[in-house]
């Protein structure tokens, strides 16, 4: 991953409380594990930033080298990655991932 690339990611990372790196837009994604994620977080009423990986192909290369993560959708709260589709439904099914944003949407 280019420093530029790299750069980019850091922004919008740390810019947003919860970013998603997602196949798709929140209003039309693209496929059914970025669905699951603006679900989730939609059902939670919590306010998030996506970018689309189809359309920056850097983007899509480079987030995949930044968490050290194969697969897309990523999740960013505070700037920490959380995880895609799966650690998702398994946090919001135990309860944990309410916690983590009502924590990070307070700071």
Do not use: H
């Not at 699951?36 to 919590?46: A, D």
């Not at 850097?58 to 050290?68: C, L, P, T, V, W």
């Not at 995880?83 to 700071?107: H, K, P, R, T, W």
């Amino acid at each position: 991953m280019n420093p530029e690339t790299k750069a980019r990611i850091d922004q919008l990372v740390t810019a947003n409380k919860v970013m998603v790196f997602m196949k798709g837009t929140k209003l039309m994604p693209q496929c059914g594990f970025s669905n699951n994620v603006v679900q989730i977080l939609n059902m939670l009423g919590i306010p998030f930033e996506t970018l689309d990986v189809l359309a920056d192909a850097e983007i899509r290369q480079g987030i995949k080298e930044y968490s050290n993560w194969p697969t897309i959708p990523q999740v960013y709260v505070n700037g920490e990655f959380v995880g895609g589709s799966d650690i998702m439904i398994e946090l919001y099914q135990n309860g944990e991932l309410q916690e983590m944003l009502e924590v990070a949407l307070a700071s």
